[in-house]
């Protein structure tokens, strides 16, 4: 049986009491990393780690050794703000520290420590003097790129800056790291998580879609007729059919489903009433006061609430620990939005042992983006793919179950085939990407991909423009 402190460090939520809440392992090495760029003078960090973690309850940790006069808590949300305000109040308990608000109902700028969403603060933080905060933090800091931020960012001159995300890739290419001047202070993915025993194990089922549903014709990004293919009783029926059929770890079902579009969500919500299954939706039309309404009913046991329909705004941030099922009702458009809806699920809570994911896949022409997300590899490759895919993912860490059914398999291997991971558009991805683990220095040398595991075959650069050196003089003129 595990003592208090053991349970502590996994689930420090569900303490009240600071002297009993403990790092983990991720946040001890974090915080020594932090520690340690401080000591040779750096005063910006990034912390990269995967969902459930428990990224913010680090920081805190990290802010009660340091001991700042003031600080500043930055993020997009507002219901993520009040949740990290909690954390923060927690660990700091009777210590003369004065914690507020500044959001657009709550005005409490004179706090020691301030909790803002960016949309506030970026229209007013003017009003403090440059050097306010001692130490600021950004949280989902992969929005830092957005103008908004960047105005707050060149304002505020703290002595240290912190960010932290699950997810530094930015679909639109544009990287975050030079803004904490390349210093990841740790970097824990999904499988490192796993392996560590950080999060719970997920069973991930892929199941092939019904056969009266094409969207092979459609646009991955055209979500109003990918709703109106997917608004099919005939699909509800075999989605719950599937659900009792996997069924979920835990007294009661608490489920979240992603849908294509608000519609779409809608829809799900009111047919899974009709047959007896508590539903509601929720978007980001809701108020702060509805969705925190909703989550508590989830969270609830004698609540019979069993699932929030969703499209926008569980992609991140937003805790719902008790979570044991995730229903994937949408194409996977992005292995990165794949991996943050499935960590909704995956932080440690008493009474869940795993999560359940089902993943109903359809004839899309990106359901190789699938694939992509659970390999958890950095760069393309089609034989480690073809090989994940054939092993059932077999190298994922721990307890975690990845089964495809045959047609979704033959399906997501015809796709990887036909493929071109050595076009260009592929080829610069793997390079900047390889060029963030150098912390955003230009491997000149082929030397250089030979420091590091997992590197890129630099022979597939060398092949598509003649020279290495010529590669890489076009891939960087283009990012100029």
Known sequence: MKNVKQVAATTPQIYEKAEYIVPNSMQKRAME?????????????????????????????????????????????????????????????????????????????HCDYIFATI?????????????????????????????????????????????????PERGDSRSIFGIFDHNVALEVRLHDALEDDIVVPFHYFGITDIDNIDLSDVSINDF???????????????????????????????????????????YMSDEFNKRGISSTVLT????????????????????????????????????????????????????IIFIQQLGRGLRKHPGKEFLTVLDFIGNHTKTFL??????????????????????????????????????????????????QFTSMKYLKEEYFEFKKVRAGRIPYLLMDFHKYDGAPDPIKFIKKDGTYLQFVAKVEKDQE
């Open 370 to 419: 699938i694939a992509i997300a659970l390999n958890g590899e950095r760069y393309y490759d089609k034989e480690s793919l073809k090989v994940a895919i054939s092993t059932g993912f077999a190298h994922l860490p721990g307890a975690t179950h990845i089964q495809m059914d045959r047609i979704s398999q033959e399906r997501i291997l015809a796709q990887i085939d036909n493929e």
């Open 33 to 109: 990393n932090l520690e340690r760029l401080r000591d040779h003078g750096e005063n910006k960090a990034l912390v990269i780690a995967a969902t459930g973690t428990g990224k913010t309850y680090m920081s805190a940790f990290d802010v009660k050794n340091l001991r700042p006069n003031r600080l500043l808590f930055i993020v997009h949300r507002e219901e993520i703000l009040a949740k990290a305000k909690e954390t923060f109040k927690k660990l700091l308990p009777n210590e003369g520290i004065s914690f507020g608000m500044l959001t657009g109902n709550r005005k409490e700028s």
């Open 224 to 266: 109003d007729e990918i709703t109106k293919r997917l608004k099919v009783n005939e699909r509800v029926e075999f989605i719950i059919e599937k659900m009792n059929f996997y069924s979920f770890d835990g007294e009661k079902r608490k489920g979240l489903g992603f849908c294509a579009s608000r519609e779409h969500a809608r």
């Open 284 to 335: 980001g039309e809701d108020s702060v006061s509805v969705r925190q309404a909703q989550i508590q009913a989830l969270e609830d046991h004698r609540n019979p609430l069993q699932f929030i329909f969703t499209v926008d705004i569980f992609n991140e941030g937003v805790d719902i620990p008790s979570v044991n099922t995730v229903l994937m009702l949408r194409p996977t458009n992005s292995p």
């Open 119 to 167: 949309q506030t603060l970026s229209r007013c933080y003017e009003e403090f003097d440059s050097h306010s905060f001692d130490y600021i933090i950004y949280d989902e800091a992969h929005h830092v790129t957005a103008d908004s931020y960047q105005n707050v960012i060149e304002y505020f001159k703290p002595n240290f800056m912190l960010g932290m995300t699950a997810t």
